[in-house]
């Protein structure tokens, strides 16, 4: 199970522990890391404490990836079976949640209709007000890619069908995007945006590849 800080006992709760240890089912213990969650954990401890015979662990929500290994590996653990990789199971869940706090004036979030469409050099002002949208119960997807040309920035062609297949594979066309330079809008994003939500809260989508063509080879 996971546990709130702030959760309440209620009876529901109480009667399911009290049906899972008469059924002598196994039990782990997972909470949401924050600032002195160990203590505001008391009441838990003190009312059941067969729940914390094993080691409690911390996930949290703006590191899914490490979370995620926490998850699986605990689980593993606690049914007696041999770690997997990871990239051979079914990632926990994680991607609906509230994250409306990364809307924000200082960044534009692209819609996938319009994020594979954009041609190099365009700015923000060069795309319709329906591009955009506000992050709500969707996780949004950073976009990092090597800039080609810097005198012309944004995505190439090449890129453009790399990050189209990247977001069919992995089902993420109810997601909303940042490009930097169409996102920032010429603002600089360490400075004038909320870099660490935008930057903790996203999922990642690397485009590595480089054209031997490309003006500027950087990766």
Known sequence: GILECKSLITDKIS???KRARE????IQVFYEGEPEAWEKLHLWRDRFPFLFDRLP?????????????QVVRAIHMLIEKDLPELRDVVRPGGDSDDFSTLAQESVKWIKYAYVCKIKPGSTAADLPSEAFGNPFDKRTCFVSYAQENPACPGLTTAQQAKLKD???????KDRLFFIDHISLGGKHFYLQTEA????????????????????????
């Open 15 to 17: 009667s399911d522990i």
């Open 23 to 26: 059924y002598g089912a196994k």
């Open 57 to 69: 662990v911390a996930i949290s929500r703006p590191f899914l990836m490490d979370s995620e290994q």
């Open 166 to 172: 990247v977001i069919a594979r992995n089902r993420l």
């Open 196 to 219: 660490a939500e935008v930057l903790s809260f996203s999922r990642y989508i690397i485009l590595e590849d480089v054209d031997h063509s490309a003006v500027d080879r950087t990766p």
